[in-house]
């Protein structure tokens, strides 16, 4: 290289680091001058923040006591802050409220708490200030200086005179013994003609308060700052064990009257009887938390009906063919009410509330309702005086024929009375001590003392029975018993009877058949108890 292109590439190079060198003293300047602004700026933010440390930032709220607008504490120290704390107090009232204790409504206000009555005040409301500026961030004091707020609460410990307090406790209506009204349980009570029924009588919520639990809570409530205290809200009234909602109350009582909803209307006899609550109400209680049902007293009003409706057994008026009015007994006619079986199926309807017509159950049965006339008009009617026998057919005579009835002489009468048959034959055999003698028509109506055909007869009627007559039976001609047999059926309608005094029935000595029919049509009716009949002789 020549000297001439060395000199000119030196001078090129001292043209260009000249202007770097200069460039370099000028960015230091500006560095150290932004970093002096950054270092006042640091020391101003920080002398505001150091501030904050001993006041509160901008926007800070307390809350001291719930029901009060919050403190602004912007900017004052922990001092200031505590001083407007003990300020509010002041304006502190706890209500409280519970059960009238005269008419037991409810939300009534018994009393309140006022500072000045108990010397309530806040306790070290300096260190809860203090507590407060120590939560805060004062390094970030700038961003409150916007609409960002800080907000705080705290629950202030309280001071207060305890004497003071129990005596304002004490003072108050509500708390004092000679007004509280003591808590009740619920019961049933009697039966009630309005409601037509059992009811319940509700428990009696009471206003007995303990003033120790009242005390207790009135002071929970002023640490809390709370201003309302309901008594009944927090359960310190004394209160019933049994209310009315119960089970050992409601069952019973549904099931009482339930049954007090029977309504049994009965065909007795051809009358109506209504068995309703005006009566069953008698039969029904509760005891220890039981429905009870008296079913004597069911019993006794079965056996009160059916000796009212009953015919079975009684004397009954029956005027004859001949237009005379005779009285008979009817030891085995007429209707007879099973006592023991209607009084089971009529506790079992009670039990189970039921409205339904029915009748009774029967024992024993006659052709006509009626207490007066159960015969009704048709029957086999036997005049004894005159050994004469007619068949009633609704109300018209069908059948009449002579016949002769038991021997008087030798004791063996026709027993008299009203009978129903007891079952029907053909081809019988009527055995006694002895005779053994077949009969085609065997028609008993009491006991074994019936009607049949006596063909070994060769006359009927007039006088022949008082010498000549039978065991008892009524010996009928062939063809009259063979027309008879064709209108009667078990339960049939057989009046006997004498014109002069009644005859007693001698010792039962009544035939027996030699074989018993195959098929009875109806229930034989049962002779009066302790009576069997007398076997008739078979001529």
């Not at 059916?306 to 001949?322: H, L, S």
């Not at 055999?429 to 028609?443: A, C, I, S």
């Not at 063809?479 to 339960?491: D, E, F, H, P």
Request: net charge negative.
């Amino acid at each position: 290289m020549s000297d001439d292109e060395r000199k000119e590439i030196t001078e090129k190079v001292e043209e260009t680091e000249f202007p770097a060198k200069a460039s370099g003293k000028k960015g230091k300047r500006i560095a150290l001058a932004v970093l002096a602004v950054v270092v006042l700026i640091a020391a101003v933010y920080g002398g505001i923040g150091i501030y904050y440390r001993s006041h509160f930032l901008p926007h800070t709220y307390v809350q001291v006591l719930p029901a009060f607008n919050d403190i602004d504490c912007s900017g004052l120290t922990a001092a200031q802050a505590s001083s407007l704390m003990d300020e509010q107090v002041g304006e502190y009232t706890l209500t409280v409220t519970g059960r009238d204790y005269a008419s037991g409504d409810t939300g009534v206000v018994l009393g309140t708490i006022i500072p000045e009555e108990i010397q309530l005040g806040f306790d070290d409301s300096l260190s809860s200030a203090k507590y407060l500026m120590e939560q805060q961030g004062w390094l970030l004091w700038i961003r409150n200086l916007g609409s960002y707020d800080d907000h705080y609460s705290v629950i202030q410990g309280v001071t207060y005179n305890k004497e003071l307090l129990e005596s304002v406790i004490r003072s108050w209506d509500a708390c004092q013994s000679k007004n509280m009204v003591i808590a009740k349980d619920a019961y049933i009570g009697p039966y009630s003609e309005e409601a037509q029924g059992f009811q319940i009588v509700p428990e009696t919520k009471g206003t007995e308060l303990d003033i120790s639990q009242v005390l207790e809570a009135i002071e929970e409530a002023l640490e809390a700052h709370r201003t309302s205290l309901d008594l009944e809200e927090a359960g310190l009234y004394k209160t019933a064990e049994i209310l009315q909602n119960d089970s050992s109350l409601t069952e019973p009582v549904a099931t009482a009257n339930k049954w007090l909803g029977t309504k049994i209307t009965y065909d007795w006899n051809g009358a109506e009887v209504v068995l309703d609550r005006e009566t069953i109400r008698d039969w029904i209680s509760i005891e220890d938390g039981e429905a009870i049902l008296d079913e004597d007293a069911v019993a006794s009003f079965v056996s009160d009906r059916a000796r009212e409706y009953n015919t079975y057994g009684k004397k009954k008026k029956f005027t004859t063919a001949q237009g005379a009015e005779v009285t008979l007994n009817s030891p085995n006619y007429g209707w007879k009410t099973d006592v023991t079986g209607e009084t089971e199926e009529l506790v079992q309807l009670i039990r189970e509330g039921a409205v339904t017509s029915r009748e009774p159950v029967y024992s024993s049965v006659a052709k006509v309702k009626s207490t007066e006339n159960d015969i009704g008009d048709s029957y086999v009617e036997l005049d004894l005086t005159n050994q004469h026998m007619y068949l009633f057919v609704d109300g018209i005579i069908v059948l009449e024929s002579d016949f002769v009835s038991g021997n008087v002489s030798a004791g063996n009468a026709t027993p008299q009375g009203i009978f129903g048959l007891s079952y029907k034959t053909t081809d019988a055999v009527l055995r006694g001590e002895d005779y053994e003698t077949p009969v085609k028509y065997w028609m008993p109506f009491y006991g074994n003392y019936g009607m049949h055909d006596a063909t070994w007869r060769g006359a009927f009627g007039g006088t022949i029975y008082l010498n000549s007559g039978s065991h008892g039976c009524i010996n009928l001609p062939f063809s009259k018993a063979k027309q008879l047999y064709q209108y009667v059926s078990t339960g049939f309608p057989v009046v006997s009877y004498h014109y002069s005094a009644p005859v007693t029935p001698p010792a039962p000595e009544a035939p027996i058949p030699e074989t018993a029919p195959e098929a009875v049509p109806e229930t034989p009716q049962d002779p009066a108890a302790g009576e069997q009949p007398a076997a008739p002789p078979a001529q």
